[in-house]
T-cell receptor, first 114, second 115 residues
């Protein structure tokens, strides 16, 4: 049973397009995150939501817009894609009160912008 | 703000040899420390964590790490590695009592185990 799932696993698109990546967790966690892993494998937090409320918003272009319809889902929409957006995007989740500092990661979405 | 330094970008080792992956951190407050492993084309998996108590922490797959506050280090060790341990290993730190779990990652160390 998949704990944190992401779709799609691979996404190839052209510059200027708009795309979305979906994330779902079935762990009952109340906090979800988006991370970006660049070509050098460096991982950096982008956003975090707790109970559908945005709590972390790092310096990310406003072309990136997270949306959390409920506690179990956190989607990432990207407008006007650029070459530099090519990366692997990881979704993660945790439970703020119980396993507050233990995050569970999804398998990642490899985005390639041509 | 915290930062994490993983001193080695790549560590080659022979199968059944011991290995140590180094991690140092800096923070103005108390921290929690983590090691994550990323197998090729997969997401991150938690290996072990230090929150409090004993400074020697045991994790999955035979790994352990020791928290050294004076040296601000959290080095990962395994006495005998297997080919299947070949992966990228990330050290991460989080503020104690920050309210929300924000992880700051190091740049990763690629462990390459050869026969």
């Amino acid at each position: 049973d998949t704990a944190v799932s992401q779709t799609p696993k691979y996404l190839v698109t052209q510059m200027g397009n708009d795309k979305s990546i979906k994330c779902e967790q079935n762990l009952g966690h109340d906090t979800m995150y988006w991370y970006k892993q660049d070509s050098k494998k460096f991982l950096k937090i982008m956003f975090s939501y707790n109970n559908k409320e945005l709590i972390i918003n790092e310096t990310v272009p406003n072309r990136f817009s997270p949306k959390s319809p409920d506690k179990a889902h956190l989607n990432l929409h990207i407008n006007s894609l650029e070459l530099g957006d090519s990366a692997v995007y990881f979704c993660a989740s945790s439970h703020r009160r119980q396993l507050i500092y233990e995050q569970y990661f999804g398998p990642g979405t490899r985005l390639t912008v041509t | 703000a915290q930062s994490v330094t993983q001193l080695d970008s790549q560590v080659p080792v022979f199968e059944e040899a011991p290995v140590e992956l180094r991690c140092n951190y800096s923070s103005s407050v108390s921290v929690y420390l983590f090691w994550y492993v990323q197998y090729p084309n997969q997401g991150l998996q938690l290996l072990l964590k230090y929150l409090s108590g004993s400074t020697l922490v045991k994790g999955i797959n035979g790994f352990e790490a020791e928290f050294n506050k004076s040296q601000t280090s959290f080095h990962l060790r395994k006495p005998s590695v297997h080919i299947s341990d070949t992966a990228e290993y990330f050290c991460a730190v989080s503020d104690v009592g920050s309210g929300y779990s924000t992880l700051t990652f190091g740049k990763g160390t690629m462990l390459l185990v050869s026969p």
